[in-house]
């Protein structure tokens, strides 16, 4: 079975340093892993995702992510954070065909001015 | 130009109601999916459809029905509505159901049963 472990509930970092939200998944087969965000009261909107190739893939809002299949992981980075940085994440994975995206908890990053 | 909307947007009614929650995508996209997502903020699958089809029912009550009349539009009808089914349902979609690509999300229908 697909899951997703989001270990941190919460992220607190000072505005202007690195940011890191951890992802680890669990698949049977490639992995097709995604980044969302979250504003209050708002719907999801696509950060960045992996599909094949380079470990490194960049997304919207200078944000970034790194594909490691030996650690099954798929952490989202953004090297200064901004306030307006401040939501929630989700990572998602999902495989071929399985007609499905299987989202973490969730992890709440503030960014504190 | 809302890619995937939602309505309503708000939705409080009294148990033991029948309510519906209509979305459309304008994005031309095949795969269409309901999502529920819980107080602690938990997003899970309940159904995906492909052209018109039922690909997944997670194990969803059969009070739940959804209904795609077309592969543009997924509605989602709940009857004899309860306390727990308060939440917040999203509908998305995507071009495929090959995974390879993202899914884009309608804002959001938050349901209050009270």
């Known amino acids: 079975a697909q899951s997703v472990a989001q270990p941190e509930d919460q992220v607190n970092v000072a505005e202007g340093n690195p940011l890191t939200v951890k992802c680890t998944y669990s698949?049977?087969?490639?992995?097709?892993l995604f980044w969302y965000v979250q504003y209050p009261n708002r719907g999801l909107q696509f950060l960045l995702k992996y599909i094949t190739g380079d470990n490194l893939v960049k997304g919207s809002y200078g944000f970034e992510a790194e594909f490691n299949k030996s650690q099954t992981s798929f952490h989202l980075k953004k090297p200064s954070a901004l306030v307006s940085d401040s939501a929630l994440y989700f990572c998602?994975?999902?495989?071929?065909?399985?007609?499905?995206?299987?989202f973490g908890t969730g992890t709440r990053l503030k960014v504190l001015a | 130009d809302t890619a995937v909307s939602q309505t309503p947007k708000y939705l409080v009614t009294q148990m033991g109601n029948d309510k519906s929650i209509k979305c459309e995508q304008n994005l031309g996209h095949d795969t269409m999916y309901w999502y529920k997502q819980d107080s602690k903020k938990f997003l899970k699958i309940m159904f995906s459809y492909n052209n018109k089809e039922l690909i997944i029912n997670e194990t969803v009550p059969n009070r739940f029905s959804p209904k795609s009349p077309d592969k543009a539009h997924l509605n989602l009808h709940i009857n004899s509505l309860e306390l727990g089914d308060s939440a917040v349902y999203f509908c998305a979609s995507s071009p495929t159901g090959t995974g390879n690509t993202e899914a884009f999300f309608g804002q959001g229908t938050r349901l209050t049963v009270v």
């Open positions: 998602a994975v999902t495989t071929s065909g399985t007609y499905k995206y299987i």
């Open positions: 698949v049977s087969g490639n992995p097709y």
